[in-house]
């Protein structure tokens, strides 16, 4: 991303943000408890959301979006670290979280099966995943549109896919998805998940695998 990219983001997203966006974020951030992993916070769109947890690490990998974040983070009412990091290898130990929260980043990240795994790694057993995402649509017309789309829409938004199949991708998972609400015709969806997972199999940091 270019270095006045975080700027544009923050300034294609405001109507969208002003209008709907900021309150479904507001709600979505108020279920979060305790110790939270924020994964691709961006420019901190969610930071001044958080009210009643006791500290958020924020996870960004790309630093002119960390950079516009910190105006945010100094606005916010709980104490958030920021770390340079992507979701596929979170650098924290297994069972640190009682919350994660993805905004509008499942679709960016190149591998999202990995980050899914890691997010159930860090967080502990029947921790709260809150996702709020766009998708690709049910409706078979908006989904090939989408599908058709994506391979140019990739090149010029930073890596964001139009059709990824979130919901699909955590109902595989070992997240219970718990919880959905669908926005703009199931373009946007809100997810809300718990993490029943196998706590024998993540025994190993994965960063300690490296
Ligand atoms: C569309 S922006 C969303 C930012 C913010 N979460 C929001 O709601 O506005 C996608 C973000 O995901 C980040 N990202 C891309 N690949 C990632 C990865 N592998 N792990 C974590 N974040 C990633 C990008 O750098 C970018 O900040």
């Not at 690490?57 to 100094?74: F, Q, T």
């Not at 709260?128 to 599908?147: A, W, Y």
């Not at 070992?174 to 373009?187: A, H, P, Q």
């Amino acid at each position: 991303m270019k270095k006045w990219g975080p700027m544009l983001y923050d300034c294609a997203m405001a109507p969208l943000e002003k209008v709907r966006f900021r309150k479904i974020r507001a709600t979505l951030i108020n279920r979060a408890t305790g110790r939270v992993l924020e994964v691709g916070s961006g420019t901190g769109v969610n930071f001044p959301l958080y009210h009643k947890v006791t500290r958020v690490d924020a996870i960004e990998p790309n630093p002119s979006m960390k950079k516009r974040a910190i105006k945010r983070l100094n606005q916010s009412k709980v104490p958030i670290h920021m770390t340079n990091g992507n979701a596929e290898i979170l650098p924290f130990e297994n069972n640190t979280f009682d919350t994660a929260v993805a905004t509008l980043v499942f679709c960016t990240i190149p591998d999202p099966q990995k980050a899914i795994d890691e997010i159930q790694r860090v967080c502990r057993p029947n921790s709260t995943i809150l996702l709020f995402e766009h998708v690709k649509m049910n409706q078979s017309l908006l989904g090939k549109t989408q599908d058709i789309l994506t391979p140019v829409w990739k090149r010029v938004c930073d890596g964001c896919h139009l059709n990824r199949n979130t919901l699909e991708l955590l109902k595989a998972s070992n997240i219970e998805v718990v919880r959905v609400e669908s926005y703009y015709k199931g373009l946007f969806l809100v997810i809300e998940g718990v993490n029943r997972k196998d706590t024998d199999s993540n025994s190993k940091n994965s960063h300690e695998q490296l």
